[in-house]
């Protein structure tokens, strides 16, 4: 077994995170961008630029742990399309439905700006990780 090529780890993770937070950026102002800003008034924490750059930092260390995930899952699965789409999953569970699971439970937003956001997530990190997968090389 290889080691982690951090330098590509880091080169890829930026890529998927660049996706993502495009992604996101899409998301959270055309498509449910008026439902968002209603729920954020709605609980007193009105959107703010302090707020949107801790998001865009977290999409880009979001982007970075799945394509170590992938790195370090590819010797058991070799390289390529499937391993960048197991990894995706193991990171869709982890970072988008284990969480909004809770923000669901506690109501803290709108079921259907939850569901919307899901839908999106998962072609959204499956996309972005192979991408940034695309771009890892050990060695």
Do not use: H
Not at 12 to 27: D, H, P, Q, R
Not at 77 to 104: C, H
């Amino acid at each position: 077994m290889g080691k982690v090529n951090l330098g590509r780890v880091i080169l890829g993770g930026l890529l998927t995170g660049l996706i993502v937070n495009i992604s996101e950026f899409v998301l959270n102002t055309i498509v449910i961008g008026a439902d968002m800003e209603a729920a954020m008034k709605a609980l007193n924490r009105p959107m703010d630029n302090q707020m949107i750059t801790w998001f865009v930092i977290a999409g880009f260390l979001l982007g970075i742990v799945a394509i170590w995930l992938y790195a370090a899952i590819r010797p058991r699965f070799g390289a390529g399309v499937k391993t960048a789409v197991v990894g995706a999953l193991a990171v869709y569970f982890l970072a988008y439905l284990y969480p909004s699971i809770f923000f669901m439970a506690m109501n803290l937003f709108p079921a259907r700006v939850m569901i919307i956001s899901l839908c999106w997530g998962l072609p959204e990190i499956v996309v972005a990780s192979i991408a940034g997968a695309w771009l890892y090389t050990e060695g």
